[in-house]
């Protein structure tokens, strides 16, 4: 089993950047894909970016592409989502999300980011 704890979040200004952290106990994400979701008010949680801890492939939501990177540190056993150019839709709850190949699946807590125009 493996828990999750999302950190990194917070209020900023259109155009501006933020990094998320999402680190790892109990075991290495190199036995996981790791994931990035988000939430917003009123609406479902969606897919925003993910990496391959044995792979080192990653995949990106058309709105990440481009914005957004994904990265894993073995070292720190934490994934981190850089996001530059923010804008005001990208306002939601972050999730860190762990999947092993066998389809089990864990979450984090969350945490808050908030864009003002």
């Known amino acids: 089993q493996v828990q999750l704890v999302e950190s990194g979040g917070g209020l900023v200004q259109a155009g501006g950047s933020l990094r998320l952290s999402c680190a790892a106990s109990?075991?290495?994400?190199?036995?996981?894909?790791v994931g990035w979701f988000r939430q917003a008010p009123g609406k479902e949680r969606e897919f925003v970016a993910d990496?391959?801890?044995?792979?080192?492939?990653?995949s990106y939501k058309d709105f990440a592409r481009g914005r957004f990177t994904v990265s894993m540190d073995n070292a720190q056993n934490t994934v981190y989502l850089q996001m530059n150019y923010l804008k005001p839709e990208d306002t939601a709850v972050y999730y860190c999300?762990?999947?092993?190949?066998?389809?089990?699946?864990?979450w984090g807590q969350g945490t808050q980011v908030a864009v003002s125009s």
């Open positions: 999300n762990a999947r092993d190949v066998g389809g089990q699946t864990y």
């Open positions: 109990g075991r290495t994400f190199r036995d996981y894909i």
């Open positions: 990496i391959s801890g044995y792979e080192d492939i990653t």
